[in-house]
């Protein structure tokens, strides 16, 4: 079993910056791909940025150059650097993770960007 615990959220002026971590505990050996989603008011959850075992990064087109996804596996812990940030990327952000043919989802952060 794997449980994920998300921080980093809050309210943020249009142009700042934040950075979110999503921590994996459990009996864990080597995670797969690790990633963040997000959920807008009244949209759908949507993938914003993955981060396979091997260190290759993939990000939605929406966040591409502003958004940067790292992980430390050590720690089994992936981060989300998120600059210039805009009003349309409030939303509540969720920490996804694959292991062992299986997801698991954090418990989501806020992130409000206003404007």
């Known amino acids: 079993q794997v449980q994920l615990v998300e921080s980093g959220g809050g309210l943020v002026q249009t142009g700042g910056s934040l950075r979110l971590s999503c921590a994996a505990s459990?009996?864990?050996?080597?995670?797969?791909?690790m990633g963040w989603f997000r959920q807008g008011p009244g949209k759908q959850r949507e993938l914003v940025a993955g981060?396979?075992?091997?260190?290759?990064?993939y990000y939605a087109d929406a966040v591409k150059d502003r958004f940067t996804i790292s992980r430390d596996s050590a720690k089994n812990t992936v981060y989300l650097q998120m600059n210039s940030l805009k009003p349309e990327d409030t939303a509540v952000y969720y920490c996804?993770?694959?292991?062992?043919?299986?997801?698991?989802w954090g418990q989501g952060t806020q992130v409000t960007v206003s404007s």
């Open positions: 981060i396979t075992e091997d260190g290759n990064a």
């Open positions: 996804r993770v694959n292991y062992r043919g299986n997801v698991y």
């Open positions: 459990g009996t864990i050996f080597s995670i797969n791909t």
